[in-house]
């Protein structure tokens, strides 16, 4: 049972992948107000049904990887060893992230989603999504506790941290400026709650 089980999820990722490249190189052959689901669902060789089981919608498309780059930042927090510093975390993953997100083939997408407003609103509301999760994860894995303002806070300024650096011609050096800024937020929250900066292995 085990193995099949496996089988069906390894077929299903495989469909997944298999519309979302279906999807991504119609866009970008076609123009993507130019391309409907029917398209995409033909193209791939699936029922529409069957796409809209794995992708909610035509947006939901282009950001394939939305699901796993929420549930990585969320793992950053949630995963990292006892002690180890909230901060430092959050920004080797956010640079892993921007690095996925600034090579050579992923260019024109990002030129497709900025001349898109329907993609640029969904990206929009994917951050605050990300966000809220963020700050979840941040609450329930810092000992001792913040307000779960400031958690909400530094979920935010990380995402838009990862905006910022993903848009900037040296994303590297985008990061090195905001990190220090978002560091000292935390630590500003950690002492405004009266708890000791080095509790959650922050300082």
């Given at each position: 049972?085990?193995?099949?089980?496996?089988?069906?999820?390894?077929?299903?990722?495989?469909?997944?992948?298999?519309?979302?490249?279906?999807?991504?190189?119609?866009?970008?052959?076609?123009?993507?107000?130019?391309?409907?689901?029917?398209?995409v669902a033909a193209a791939a060789d699936v029922a529409v049904t069957t796409l809209f089981l794995h992708f909610p919608s035509k947006e939901a498309l282009v950001f394939?990887?939305?699901?796993?780059?929420?549930?990585?930042?969320?793992?950053?927090?949630?995963?990292?060893?006892?002690?180890?510093?909230?901060?430092?975390?959050?920004?080797?993953?956010?640079?892993?992230?921007?690095?996925?997100?600034?090579?050579?083939?992923?260019?024109?997408?990002?030129?497709?989603?900025?001349?898109?407003?329907?993609?640029?609103?969904?990206?929009?509301?994917?951050?605050?999504?990300?966000?809220?999760?963020?700050?979840?994860?941040?609450?329930?894995?810092?000992?001792?506790?913040?307000?779960?303002?400031?958690?909400?806070?530094?979920?935010?300024?990380?995402?838009?941290?990862?905006?910022?650096?993903?848009?900037?011609?040296?994303?590297?050096?985008?990061?090195?400026?905001?990190?220090?800024?978002?560091?000292?937020?935390?630590?500003?929250?950690?002492?405004?709650?009266?708890?000791?900066?080095?509790?959650?292995?922050?300082?």
């Amino acid at each position: 049972m085990v193995e099949t089980l496996g089988r069906r999820e390894r077929k299903k990722a495989a469909t997944r992948e298999k519309i979302a490249k279906t999807a991504l190189r119609l866009f970008l052959e076609q123009g993507y107000d130019a391309v409907g689901i029917r398209d995409v669902a033909a193209a791939a060789d699936v029922a529409v049904t069957t796409l809209f089981l794995h992708f909610p919608s035509k947006e939901a498309l282009v950001f394939e990887r939305d699901r796993d780059f929420e549930q990585r930042l969320v793992r950053a927090v949630i995963e990292r060893a006892p002690g180890a510093p909230l901060i430092p975390a959050l920004r080797r993953e956010v640079q892993a992230l921007v690095m996925h997100c600034a090579t050579a083939e992923a260019a024109p997408i990002w030129r497709m989603i900025d001349h898109s407003a329907a993609l640029r609103e969904y990206e929009t509301s994917m951050r605050s999504r990300h966000a809220e999760s963020l700050a979840s994860a941040i609450v329930i894995a810092t000992d001792p506790p913040r307000a779960a303002s400031a958690c909400r806070a530094i979920a935010s300024f990380v995402i838009d941290a990862y905006a910022i650096a993903r848009e900037a011609a040296d994303p590297g050096e985008a990061l090195n400026e905001v990190f220090p800024m978002i560091e000292a937020a935390w630590s500003a929250a950690t002492m405004a709650g009266g708890a000791d900066p080095t509790a959650d292995g922050s300082s």
